[in-house]
């Protein structure tokens, strides 16, 4: 069975400083990835997905994510955290790989906090 | 364009009583999902939607929980009788019927808690 695992709960980074956000997957035959965030008060946000290609994956807020397959990773990252990223990210992955009935399967949630 | 929008964005009831949810999905939109997050935890599929037809309905918990979707537009889940353990926030998620790098749209979630 498809899944996904972030291992960090939280993770806490200065403005203006690198952040990463951990993902692995697991998943039989090709893995279609995504990342997704949560800002208080609001629904989940689709920010950038995995299906084919580049290896380094752009998305929305500067974000972006690097798919290793010999590490079975999916991390999210940021050149330069702004306290605005401050949110609940998921990973995601898709269970099926050849059908858009599939559903999408999300990992437990990592909380980014961004202090000034 | 609307995105999906549910109702209420929250809700307390007491244990035993009945809750239903509502889901609008984007217009157009054939697929349509519920996801449930209990604190803490992932967010977990519960079923899928393709039109009126129930797609998936694996991830539901039990049979206190009822989802429909008439005519393929809005959708509702329905808990009754509800338990403490119902409690968590109830995401619905629409998409288009494409491939496997469509995009899901998901709404605000509802906070459903019961006392």
């Known amino acids: 069975a498809q899944s996904v695992a972030q291992p960090e709960d939280q993770v806490n980074v200065a403005e203006g400083n690198p952040l990463t956000v951990k993902c692995t997957y697991s998943v039989s035959g090709n893995p279609y990835l995504f990342w997704y965030v949560q800002y208080p008060n609001r629904g989940l946000q689709f920010l950038l997905k995995?299906?084919?290609?580049?290896?380094l994956v752009k998305g929305s807020y500067g974000f972006e994510a690097e798919f290793n397959k010999s590490q079975t990773s999916f991390h999210l990252k940021k050149p330069s955290a702004l306290v605005s990223d401050s949110a609940l990210y998921f990973c995601?992955?898709?269970?099926?790989?050849?059908?858009?009935?599939?559903?999408?399967?999300f990992g437990s949630g990592t909380r980014l906090s961004i202090r000034p | 364009e609307a995105g999906v929008t549910q109702f209420p964005s929250h809700s307390v009831i007491e244990k035993g009583q009945t809750v239903t949810l509502r889901c609008d999905p984007i217009s157009g939109h054939d697929n349509l999902y519920w996801y449930r997050r209990v604190m803490g935890k992932e967010i977990k599929f519960l079923l899928h939607f393709v039109k009126e037809s129930k797609q998936d309905e694996s991830g539901m918990p039990n049979n206190r929980f009822l989802a429909e979707r008439t005519g393929g537009t809005y959708s509702t889940l329905k808990v009754q009788p509800a338990e403490l353990e119902d409690s968590g926030v109830y995401f619905c998620?629409?998409?288009?019927?494409?491939?496997?790098?469509?995009?899901?749209?998901f709404g605000q979630g509802t906070r459903l808690t019961v006392v």
């Open positions: 995601a992955v898709r269970d099926k790989a050849y059908s858009s009935a599939s559903k999408i399967i």
């Open positions: 998620a629409s998409s288009t019927l494409g491939g496997v790098d469509t995009e899901a749209f």
């Open positions: 995995y299906i084919t290609g580049d290896n």
